[in-house]
């Protein structure tokens, strides 16, 4: 993301000498405290309606599980991504490079496209999005697009307004400050008033998916829809979660990659659990991958061996069918995803 800044600032600085900075919008002049608390105030009131609807309307309207498309493996590193390079390189980048060089480009036109030109904008901002989301549908990211794409148009307002990118930034870091905010809240709800927990409300919504589902189990690798069917399925009928599980989650939820093998007679074994399902993603052989078995980063983290649970729950899956290639049994790697809320 540096390299884009610098790239940025360097294109329209090579091109327009004389007037990069007000193309990028970095001026200062006329922004007042009062202009940018309220950017970050209003940020942040829009990044918390979406960050309630994703995480609780949601799960009650499409019955689903809620949104969780991020995954955090340090938290300063997340904290510092989220609340400082992406306001600043983005807001360069988009409010300041795209719409900038488009509203220089009209400024003397007897028709100036502004309006066309923020949408265009916020609408290129959501799409560009959808490469730091992770484990979520097509039909996920649009709902998240939409919400991205909003506040898109305020910080691109707020841009032409000013004729700053200072007010987009602040209302950028309002926006992302709302997934830190959101959370705290539920953690304090669940702490404060544990009978209001959300847990039973998500257990409702995924049993009411099967309530008439009279399919039999399929567990078949060689059909991986019927195997995907199948282990959703038994992960939500036959895996009740205890509460003391969640209690130690305190209102978070968080879902555990695991690797595992289907032998040639279908009984699972070498069961992995990892940190981070970016190292499970990662093109690399399973055997220079496994040094990351994250048993005791869940334990620190939450206090609890959430990775033994993950390992009881696979080893409670019924007996598979053999994995059949070119005529003959193999062993069969499977990776899947289990999660606790």
């Known amino acids: 993301m540096i390299l884009i800044a610098l790239f940025t600032i360097g294109a329209t600085w090579f091109l327009y000498r004389k007037e990069w900075r007000d193309i990028l919008g970095l001026k200062t002049k006329g922004i007042t405290k009062k ?20 995480m609780q309307v949601y799960p009650l309207i499409f019955k689903e599980q809620p949104l969780s498309p991020f995954k955090v493996d340090n938290i300063l590193v997340f904290s510092f991504f989220i609340f400082i390079l992406a306001p600043l390189i983005e807001e360069l980048l988009f409010r300041g490079f795209i719409q900038g060089l488009w509203q220089k480009l ?33 039909k996920q990211f649009l709902i998240i697009a939409i919400f991205i794409f909003i506040v898109a148009l305020y910080m691109g307002w707020l841009r032409y307004k000013y004729q700053s990118i200072v007010p987009s930034i602040c209302a950028h870091f309002g926006f992302n400050l709302s997934n830190v905010v959101i959370r705290v809240f539920l953690i304090i709800i669940s702490l404060v008033l544990p009978d209001t927990s959300f847990h039973e409300t998500r257990m409702q919504i995924e049993l009411s998916q099967y309530e008439n589902d009279t399919i ?3 567990f078949d690798p060689n059909d991986m829809n019927e195997w995907e069917r199948s282990y959703k ?31 040639t007679s279908g009984y699972i074994h070498s069961i992995y659990v990892f940190k981070s399902t970016d190292t499970i ?12 078995v994250a048993e ?11 990775p033994e649970e993950v390992i009881k729950f696979i080893k409670s899956l019924p007996q598979c ?8 049994k193999i062993e069969k790697e499977m990776e899947e995803q289990v999660q606790f809320y």
């Open 106 to 138: 009209y400024k003397n036109k007897e028709r100036n496209p502004v309006k066309l030109i923020i949408v265009i904008t916020a609408l290129l901002f959501a799409i560009s999005h959808f490469g730091f989301l992770f484990n979520i549908t097509v």
């Open 321 to 328: 069918k053999p994995y059949i290639e070119d005529g003959k």
């Open 216 to 218: 039999p189990y399929n």
């Open 233 to 263: 399925k038994f992960a939500v009928l036959e895996r009740p979660q205890s509460e003391e599980i969640t209690k130690h989650l305190k209102g978070n939820n968080i879902s555990l990659p695991v690797h595992f093998t289907i032998d």
């Open 296 to 306: 005791d980063y869940y334990i620190q983290e939450y206090g609890y061996d959430f």
């Open 281 to 292: 993603c990662a093109n690399k052989p399973w055997g220079k991958v496994r040094k990351y």
């Open 35 to 54: 202009v940018i608390w309220q950017a970050i105030g209003i940020g942040l009131l829009l990044g918390c309606i979406s960050n309630i609807f994703i």
